[in-house]
């Protein structure tokens, strides 16, 4: 079970390590990881922020060993509990930062153990950015779509030993997380629901990117829940009806998952609705949406 402490113990996650060692990780982690926002994602709207209470949770930041290589990642979970039902957290583009820490806390005061990690980890420190165009140049067009299942795939083994119900896991993500977490719900064995929101559907294929969510739409594994922006210029509504269109000739071949998704469109919200943090926030459709997504993950036994 997860220790009732605010943060875990990294040394002893990390046995081989030299405390003088385990002391820099865990500094580094704290610095990274759901402390303050993102300087790329400038300006802050501090007012319309939403602040989670931490009473009656355990949180913090820890790392886990994927094929010797320490992924980082922020959690929460309801204090003093276990055999907990589990929601992966994909981050925006901007990394784990306070508000993906955030919304980890929502899912864990609704019952959940909530893990974000840090999927650019590999690649570089979204945090020290301040320019978009650089984030997106030096670290996330370097991120391997194949890099970040495995990650996920060790998220989702940590959530088993730490206090997870692996038969009860689900995934959701933000932008660039949206994406993923359609990926993964196309790619993986391990979870029974998914929730994207406003995820990019189609791309031009790349060494590193070589499929989009609309060319895997027929091999879905769990039924998706896809939120998404009218006003979205970045993700114009005819790729949205292409999606459909394919999740439907899917389902009617036999593909469960693909006739069970579903979108909702929010007509006048923009790309980042949910995002209370930046201007792009819009109140009602990210409250509806995230009470859609509590219900999506009920509905299909995520709770």
């Known amino acids: 079970m997860l220790d009732q402490n ?11 390590e030299s405390t003088k060692a385990g002391a820099s990780r865990r ?17 802050i709207m501090a007012q319309t922020a939403i602040k989670t209470s931490v ?12 094929e010797g290589f320490s992924v980082p990642f922020f959690f929460a979970a309801p204090e003093g509990k276990s055999n907990l039902p589990v929601i992966l957290v994909i ?14 806390r929502r899912f864990a005061k609704a019952g959940y153990l909530a893990i974000a990690p840090e999927l650019y980890a590999r690649q570089g420190d979204p945090a020290k950015y301040t320019e978009m165009a650089k984030l997106m140049t030096e670290v996330v067009s370097k991120v391997p779509d194949a890099q970040v299942m495995k990650d996920l795939d060790g998220a989702v083994a940590w959530a088993g030993a730490h206090g997870g119900n692996l038969k009860k896991v689900g995934i959701t993500g933000f932008c ?20 994207a929101w406003y995820g990019r559907l189609v791309g031009v294929a790349s060494a590193l990117t070589p499929k989009h969510p609309l060319e895997l739409a027929a091999e879905l594994k769990a039924p998706v829940l896809g939120l998404y922006g009218g006003e979205d210029r970045g993700i114009p509504l005819p790729t949205i009806n292409q999606m459909k269109e394919a999740l439907a000739m899917a389902g009617a071949k036999g593909n469960a998952a693909a006739k069970a998704s579903e979108f909702v469109v929010y007509r006048d919200a923009p790309h980042a609705f949910h995002a209370d943090y930046r201007p792009s926030y819009r109140k009602e459709a990210a409250a509806d949406g995230f009470a859609r997504a509590l219900a999506w993950f009920k509905a299909h036994d995520v709770a």
């Not at 009473?55 to 994927?66: F, H, R």
């Not at 306070?98 to 919304?103: G, H, L, N, P």
């Not at 660039?176 to 929730?195: D, F, M, N, P």
Request: with cysteine.
């Open 176 to 195: 660039w997380g949206g994406r993923i977490t359609w990926l993964y719900a196309e790619q993986s064995q391990h979870i029974k629901a998914a929730v």
């Open 55 to 66: 009473e009656g949770l355990t949180s913090g930041e820890a790392i886990y060993d994927v």
């Open 27 to 43: 500094t580094a982690l704290k610095v990274a990881l759901g402390v303050g926002y993102a300087a790329t994602a400038m300006p």
């Open 6 to 16: 605010q943060t875990l113990d990294f040394d002893a996650l990390l046995p081989g």
């Open 91 to 104: 981050q925006e583009i901007f990394g784990v930062h306070e508000y993906i820490a955030d919304t980890c």
